[in-house]
């Protein structure tokens, strides 16, 4: 834990700077936002915060059923990826996959209706909080299978590479999935293809409860496609700023036909793996470091207010937004009707 | 002692092949590892390499003669000191000729003995698909699944070809033969041996709107991959409420070979027939083969194109027509008949279509169905046909648990149990792991006599 920890303590350089393999590629130094970055990163997060934690509620209400799995304090990374990508590139990842949503400008209504399995769910209530998609949007879901995004993520960058249409895949997987089989036959032919393909490993330290320490014998997933020859690299994931410029440099790499790119976050879920999860493996001060230390919002929220780009009302006014956009999504969420029981039979064949 | 030099098999299916070419001549001396004739299969052309030095006797087969049976003795070869003199005596103590232990169709020639018995109708039907007139033209199945390919790659660039040796290996069973000439390494893909992953990248393409053909090797290996089968392409159309789904082709053969053991010999299409989500197709003809890939690669869902080995170098009729396409979920009418309703599909149906033959001369005329699409079932077609008969035997090589037998033994007794006049039979591949011995392989799997006991039995006539 404390490596990781440290990690993101000092800045994403620094666990770069440990190189080991080849392959092993130095994270590039923070740009700084200007004042529409910082608020447009701070408002994104700040939706997936309280979405999350609405949804949170919901479950406590028994509203919404089954595994829910929150996506809070990794916020940072999928908005600095998202604020990276250009327009067609797609994203997959796993199940916890609201904030994914969410950043793919996925309306919070739908998906939160999703999650009560209601009709006007992004899936008409059929796919549950783990599998929406959008075609749209470029979201290719939701998947419940631990790694099995990762394989299927490397067929999205096989069909940009088939269309040759420029874009780019990115595929979201934890620390946890980063020890599935499949996930090494992917990397395998994603670079002997080259395949535009960005992998990207979520590493909140923890696959459910049992950490990376425990579960990985080389801890530093950035370099597990090493001997494919994929370049990878740490990154502080709870500084969006240095998600970014990793991002983009990442896409770069895989746009100008140099094949997948591994990028490690370095994050950290503040709740348990699952609603039904204590998670009683860590300790209740390591996830109150992490909050008050590297918290994602924070650390923008103290920017934006230094550097004087908003002042603590008008910050207030944009979570009372927020707030509200949410609280449509719950009501919504929770009045809109369950799926006509014909639906039952329905989307199995076209 | 001359040495009988004899036809080799150089596949575990290999009935008889081509014997190309002689590279030494009579009176020529050979050493062990010498190439001395070149023999050709549909799938290959091989070398036959001498295994004891000697001098070659007497050429008994011709270079350029066809068919030739696995076993047969193509040529003497003399020993150190032995002449043309004991030729005589080696063809004498050959008389007791081997006979050929190779492939299934000596399983099946054993069948029961002749009864007499006035002959009855068990008459060829049409194909309703085919227009009347339509010429028809010989093709074996292998040919007509590459033709398949290669007529929808040419109509839709979306469509390519992935899995293990596809491309410049020309295809492990040579299904996928020229198409890398035709069409590239773009769209003909040789991947690693990694099931699970290529597998997955099919899905994720054809979730992208691709419209990938994803070769197995053989179904066996598709077990590393059936989590992306059934969880990715399956359930995404429903988990996306309709947004997106998977239009793409799983294939390759299933089901046994010819004596690959246990781990390489089972058929799968119970296991896909039972997920929502799929379509399962089992081809038997050459035209099935044909008609119902080229519908597979069109249908916008996942279709699990379930092949076999034994039946790629079979020749069937097909209909030689520019754009042949059989409609998925309808099954055939073989034969017409009135006593009894037999029901198969893919190499089931060589053994149907067998017993139909013989039950036919000890007077039971039995109707023949060959399903060719597992999911969707037509079970109107095989209860339209047991309302005429009142009876019903299927046939199978799968094991009979959860068999596709089964489920159709269900619904026939769910949707015409008062027009029963027997309780169904299946016959079926043991319950047992295939065995590698022969004799064992062979009771292990169907045979035409166990359909014909089994129609007699539920005719009352044994």
Not at chain 1, 42 to 61: N, V
Not at chain 1, 103 to 109: H, I, T, Y
Not at chain 2, 210 to 227: G, R, S, Y
């Amino acid at each position: 834990m404390a490596a990781a920890t440290k990690s993101t303590a000092g800045s994403g350089t620094k666990s770069a700077s440990r190189s080991r393999g080849a392959a092993k590629s130095a994270a590039p130094a923070i740009v700084e936002f200007d004042k529409d970055q910082e608020l447009h990163a701070y408002r994104e997060m700040l939706q997936i915060r309280r979405f999350e934690e609405k949804a949170g509620q919901l479950y406590g209400m028994g509203l919404i059923g089954g595994f829910c799995h929150l996506y809070i304090g990794q916020e940072a990374v999928v908005v600095g990826m998202q604020m990276a990508k250009v327009d067609g590139d797609q994203m997959i990842t796993g199940y916890r996959d609201h904030g994914h949503m969410l950043a793919m400008d996925l309306d919070p209504k739908g998906v939160m209706a999703e999650l009560t399995g209601r009709r006007g769910g992004l899936s008409k209530g059929k796919g549950g909080s783990m599998h929406m998609f959008s075609k749209e949007k470029h979201f290719y879901g939701g998947h419940g299978i631990v790694g099995a995004q990762v394989s299927l993520g490397t067929g999205l960058g096989f069909a940009n590479k088939y269309r040759e249409n420029g874009n780019v895949a990115m595929a979201f997987f934890g620390d946890g999935a980063s020890n599935q089989g499949q996930v090494y036959e992917s990397f395998n032919m994603a670079q002997l293809w080259k395949i535009p393909v960005i992998y990207v490993i979520e590493n909140n330290k923890y696959g459910m409860g049992t950490s990376v320490e425990r579960s990985s014998a080389n801890t530093d997933l950035s370099q597990r496609g090493a001997s494919f020859g994929i370049p990878g690299e740490q990154v502080d994931g709870m500084d969006v700023r240095a998600v970014m410029a990793a991002s983009q440099k990442a896409l770069e790499h895989c746009r100008s036909g140099k094949g997948p790119y591994i990028l490690e976050m370095i994050t950290y879920r503040y709740r348990g793996h699952s609603m039904s999860d204590p998670a009683k493996y860590r300790s209740k001060e390591e996830v109150q470091k992490m909050r008050t230390e590297h918290d994602p919002i924070e650390q923008v929220r103290k920017r934006v207010l230094d550097n004087g780009w908003a002042t603590e009302d008008e910050l207030k006014a944009l979570d009372k937004d927020v707030r509200a956009i949410v609280a449509e999504a719950a009501e919504f969420a929770q009045t809109d009707p369950e799926p006509d029981v014909s639906e039952l039979y329905t989307d199995i064949l076209l | 002692m001359p040495i009988d030099i004899l036809m080799p098999a150089l596949s575990p299916t290999m009935e008889e092949g081509k014997l190309a070419k002689w590279l030494k001549a009579e009176g020529d001396s050979v050493t062990a590892g010498d190439v001395i004739a070149e023999i050709e299969t549909d799938k290959a052309t091989m070398e036959v390499e001498a295994v004891e030095e000697g001098t070659i006797g007497k050429i008994l087969v011709p270079e350029g003669t066809d068919a030739v049976k696995v076993n047969e003795k193509i040529a003497i070869l003399l020993e150190e000191g032995e002449d043309a003199s004991a030729l005589d005596k080696a063809s004498e103590a050959a008389a007791p000729a081997q006979s050929a232990p190779a492939g299934k169709e000596n399983a099946e020639a054993e069948t029961a003995a002749p009864l007499p018995a006035a002959p009855v109708s068990s008459e060829p039907a049409d194909d309703p698909e085919i227009p009347d007139g339509t010429p028809m033209k010989s093709s074996t199945v292998r040919e007509a699944l590459r033709d398949a390919m290669a007529e929808e790659m040419r109509r839709d660039g979306d469509v390519f070809v992935m899995g293990e040796e596809v491309a410049e290996y020309q295809g492990a069973y040579k299904i996928t033969q020229g198409l890398l000439a035709e069409f590239g390494d773009k769209r003909v893909i040789d991947t690693p041996i990694t099931e699970h992953g290529f597998a997955g990248m099919g899905v994720g393409a054809a979730m992208a709107g691709l419209k990938p053909i994803v070769e197995f090797m053989t179904f066996n290996f598709a077990m590393q991959a059936i989590d992306q089968i059934i969880n990715s392409a399956a359930k995404t159309l429903y988990m996306s409420g309709g947004q997106m789904g998977a239009p793409m082709v799983f294939r390759g053969p299933n089901g046994a070979a010819a004596r690959v053991g246990a781990q390489h010999s089972q058929d799968f299409a119970s296991w896909y027939a039972s997920v929502p989500g799929l379509t399962v197709i089992q081809p038997y003809s050459a035209a099935d083969a044909k008609g119902l890939l080229k519908a597979a690669i069109r249908n916008p869902n996942p279709v699990v194109f379930l092949e076999n080995e034994i039946l790629y170098g079979q020749t069937f009729e097909i209909p030689d027509m520019d754009d042949f396409i059989l409609p998925i979920g309808k099954a055939k009418v073989e034969r017409t008949g009135s006593d009894v309703t037999l029901v198969s599909w893919s190499i089931g149906m060589t053994y149907a279509l067998k017993a139909a033959d013989q039950l036919a001369e000890q007077g039971i005329s039995a109707e023949v169905i060959n399903l060719r699409t597992i999911r969707p079932l037509d079970i109107d077609t095989v209860i339209k046909s047991v309302k005429k008969t009142g009876r019903l035997v299927t046939v199978e090589e799968a094991y009979p648990m959860c068999s596709v037998s089964s489920e159709i033994a269900f619904q026939v007794q769910e949707k015409a149990f008062d027009y029963l006049d027997a309780p169904i039979l299946r016959v079926t591949g043991k319950d047992v792991p295939m065995p590698y011995a022969a004799n064992l392989e062979k009771l292990a799997l169907p045979n035409v006599q166990e359909v014909i006991d089994a129609a007699k039995a539920v005719t009352y006539t044994a």
